[in-house]
């Protein structure tokens, strides 16, 4: 990153070869939208172009890469307008948006897990994303979203416990659909 920082703009090619399988996979796991997650991708490496100068000596690539993330994300989700239909759609459709090309995409368990991590508010989700798909620590989530490390870790664990409740929900009416088939 000093490189590109410092106008070797050649070298952003080895930061996206780096972090563009990470970054699409953060985001579709927060929107369960492959085709957006695409886009942000590349508008996440864009914005690394232009506020190449603000990158400092000392700080963590990755928590500065993926606080772009969240502002690109947030600048999405204000630009979008609140549709209707997007609100409607089917669970089933958001989840093979979301698992195509997973190896795992058939196991009913995974499923679930993803259908209850889709349920979870996007702020929630979003830490639980960082710290557990994308090996992020709590001190890097902090500085990323801006908080104290206490706040990430408290964050966390209410998210998993909200996830693990969702979890068990779905779970519980999974069994009572296939008992009543």
Request: overall charge neutral.
């Amino acid at each position: 990153m000093f490189l590109v920082r410092n106008g070797v703009v050649e070298m952003l090619g080895v930061l996206f070869d780096r972090y563009q399988s990470p970054l699409f996979n953060f985001y579709c796991k927060l929107t369960g939208d492959r085709s957006a997650s695409e886009d942000l991708v590349q508008e996440v490496f864009y914005r690394i172009l232009k506020y190449r100068k603000s990158y400092q000596s000392g700080m963590s690539f990755r928590s500065w890469m993926y606080q772009i993330a969240r502002n690109a994300r947030l600048d999405q989700a204000r630009r979008q307008k609140p549709d209707a239909e997007l609100e409607d759609e089917s669970a089933s459709s958001r989840m093979s948006a979301f698992t195509a090309g997973d190896a795992v995409e058939h196991d009913q368990e995974v499923e679930l897990l993803h259908r209850a991590l889709m349920q979870l508010p996007e702020e929630k989700r979003e830490v639980l994303v960082l710290s557990r798909f994308q090996n992020l620590k709590y001190e890097e989530i902090a500085q990323t979203i801006g908080v104290e490390v206490g706040a990430v870790k408290v964050r966390v664990h209410r998210a998993l416990n909200e996830l693990r409740e969702i979890f068990r929900q779905l779970e519980t009416g999974r069994a009572s659909v296939t008992k009543n088939t």
